[in-house]
């Protein structure tokens, strides 16, 4: 691994597997080989790279030319039916989607807070759900000031999360709106412009959402606690590419001062603070938009609770909810951070 | 007060004063004298009312017709100004300015919940912050199942609450984001165009803006109960007339079923339930723009507490958050609901 790697990306026109494209282009990986696959309807397309271009191809497992890393940005499906295959070879794979995430052999990870959890072994590793990554990063870190007992969180969620088609239903749509025009949804459930509505996945026997499920089980692996308790309410909002949540956090004990809680995050690596109480200055999605950092503010004793304090964050769904932790993980992997 | 009520309007071309004279217009009052008090700048123009039109005036205290009822829709100041003389005239002031809401003397009422502490010598009564109706009518019949200990509610709050001028900056400043056009807010503090922001109100010392401190004490007032415990995070998301509110309630014992929470609800008028787990149906903002009810969903256990349930809510912030409810106290003052 000395020299250049041979990376593929999966889904590499999609609007994460795009971000991952730009996120290497633009690292200082040396890359001698980039396969990048897609499906028939992008096959052929040309993606530019770097002095170049590279074509998308359709991934043949017969012809497969052996990645040193691949990264999945796709539906569950393909990587269920694929990535064995690839990690059976010696290929690193980094799967964005939810097939591997649960699954007791397969590391879920957040670089800055879990890395450790990556076994020699260790073939594929599962990106955690974007809400779940931008959560963690602003409540793990507070793990220093004792156990966290319970996270009550509530989403503002972006199109992104849906796809590159949502972003654009959303645009689309809020500007027949202005125009007064009809309009109706093919992608999401329901209109969407100056609309919000419950995160479109399945809802559970609980009365909790796909999306929260997910939030509440991998919260418990990536901290390794399965007695934490998470009370996710998941909602689309019409934001184009970057997560908000209003987050309260129960600790154990007392909680810390808002002091304390300000510099440790602040000393968190991929946290950036926005908290000017006299400005009223406090993160939002055009801060985080484009942004590799995980903004917190509103920093507050919870007035309700002695031992809680409440917080408000903003993250790229893309970037460190997506592209960027897949790509973090690649670099530590590669020792290229 | 049998035959025709003499009847005057604050700030009637306002967002909620508008909303105010619509909801008049359509009641079945029998009004003989209606007075439309306005700002300079509004002042002469005419409101179409029923079959002819009404002119605004200018306020003169000096040449002041007594009516029977007057409803505020503008700022505290003038509210301060106005109100206690009408008021020792005897005429009935509802008030939509947090002037007097947290006054002993004066009654803070959502008529379903606490008609009942307006007494027989009351003249000025409050009309409470949108957010705090809208959370209160989903809230205060849950008190049937036991003692409510503590909330916890994050809003997806709505540009109608800044007023008029607030919605057109959303929708402009939207229109000017699709075509690639810079844009200064004028009316907001940030750019609204597919962004949002903290509620921009001012932050007290313990960290909590200026809505969400209203919504603590007006809940206490409201269901006079000087120890619940509310924890709120007020957030303005790009959505031009109705607040959303993710909420949830902690009991002091055991929470109760979802069966028995959605039957509570749908009994209580002015909330209607849209609770369609199967089909992922619940409140959204265009269910609830221009309807009188507070639409109720998303009724499940908390995973996180076996002592509290959550819910998601919707209300037209102009409607049941303001003009309506004032509207409303009217009509039992008068006896004519």
Same mark, same amino acid.
């Given at each position: 691994?000395?020299?250049?790697?041979?990376?593929?990306?999966?889904?590499?026109?999609?609007? %994460?597997?795009?971000?991952? %494209?730009?996120?290497?282009?633009?690292?200082?990986?040396?890359?001698?080989?980039?396969?990048?696959?897609?499906?028939?309807?992008?096959?052929?397309?040309?993606?530019?790279?770097?002095?170049?271009?590279?074509?998308?191809?359709?991934?043949?497992?017969?012809?497969?030319?052996?990645?040193? &890393?691949?990264?999945?940005?796709?539906?569950?499906?393909?990587?269920?039916?694929?990535?064995?295959?690839?990690?059976?070879?010696?290929?690193?794979?980094?799967?964005?989607?939810?097939?591997?995430?649960?699954?007791?052999?397969?590391?879920?990870?957040?670089?800055?807070?879990?890395?450790?959890?990556?076994?020699?072994?260790? $073939?594929?590793?599962?990106?955690?759900?974007?809400? =779940?990554?931008?959560?963690?990063?602003?409540?793990?870190?507070?793990?220093?000031?004792?156990?966290?007992? $319970?996270?009550?969180?509530?989403?503002? !969620?972006?199109?992104?999360?849906?796809?590159?088609?949502?972003?654009? @239903?959303?645009?689309?749509? =809020?500007?027949?709106?202005?125009?007064? @025009?009809?309009?109706?949804?093919?992608?999401?459930?329901?209109?969407?412009?100056?609309?919000?509505?419950?995160?479109?996945?399945?809802?559970?026997?609980?009365?909790?959402?796909?999306?929260?499920?997910?939030?509440?089980?991998?919260?418990?692996?990536?901290?390794?606690?399965?007695?934490?308790?998470?009370?996710? =309410?998941?909602?689309?909002?019409?934001? &184009?590419?970057?997560?908000?949540?209003?987050? =309260?956090?129960?600790?154990?004990?007392?909680?810390?001062?808002? @002091?304390?809680?300000?510099?440790?995050?602040?000393?968190?690596?991929? %946290?950036?603070?926005?908290?000017? $109480?006299?400005?009223?200055?406090?993160?939002?999605?055009?801060?985080?938009?484009?942004?590799?950092?995980?903004?917190?503010? $509103?920093?507050?004793?919870?007035?309700?609770?002695? !031992?809680?304090?409440?917080?408000?964050?903003?993250?790229?769904?893309?970037?460190?909810?997506?592209?960027?932790?897949?790509?973090?993980?690649?670099?530590? &992997?590669?020792? &290229?951070?």
């Amino acid at each position: 691994m000395g020299s250049g790697l041979s990376v593929g990306v999966f889904g590499a026109t999609g609007a %994460v597997g795009s971000e991952i %494209v730009r996120l290497l282009e633009s690292s200082k990986w040396q890359i001698d080989n980039l396969g990048l696959f897609g499906s028939e309807r992008s096959a052929g397309k040309s993606v530019s790279w770097r002095a170049s271009s590279v074509s998308i191809q359709l991934f043949d497992p017969n012809s497969h030319h052996v990645h040193d &890393l691949v990264l999945f940005a796709t539906n569950s499906q393909n990587s269920l039916e694929i990535a064995p295959t690839l990690a059976s070879q010696g290929t690193y794979v980094v799967d964005n989607s939810s097939a591997f995430r649960m699954n007791d052999a397969v590391p879920l990870v957040i670089p800055e807070i879990n890395f450790d959890t990556i076994l020699p072994e260790s $073939r594929i590793i599962a990106n955690p759900n974007c809400c =779940t990554i931008i959560l963690l990063m602003a409540v793990a870190p507070l793990r220093a000031f004792g156990k966290i007992k $319970r996270i009550v969180v509530s989403t503002y !969620q972006s199109a992104s999360g849906a796809g590159r088609e949502a972003m654009e @239903e959303l645009e689309v749509s =809020t500007r027949a709106y202005l125009n007064g @025009e009809d309009f109706t949804p093919e992608i999401l459930p329901y209109p969407y412009a100056f609309n919000l509505f419950n995160h479109n996945t399945e809802i559970g026997e609980d009365g909790y959402n796909g999306e929260e499920t997910k939030m509440i089980l991998e919260t418990r692996k990536i901290l390794d606690d399965p007695e934490i308790a998470v009370n996710p =309410t998941c909602v689309r909002v019409p934001i &184009l590419r970057s997560h908000s949540e209003s987050i =309260t956090v129960e600790f154990d004990g007392d909680a810390p001062s808002v @002091e304390d809680v300000r510099e440790c995050l602040a000393a968190f690596p991929g %946290v950036k603070i926005i908290d000017d $109480r006299a400005a009223n200055r406090f993160p939002m999605p055009i801060d985080s938009n484009g942004s590799h950092d995980v903004f917190v503010g $509103r920093i507050r004793k919870d007035v309700s609770n002695p !031992q809680a304090i409440s917080l408000f964050v903003c993250g790229d769904q893309l970037l460190k909810g997506a592209a960027l932790n897949a790509v973090q993980i690649g670099e530590r &992997l590669f020792g &290229l951070n």
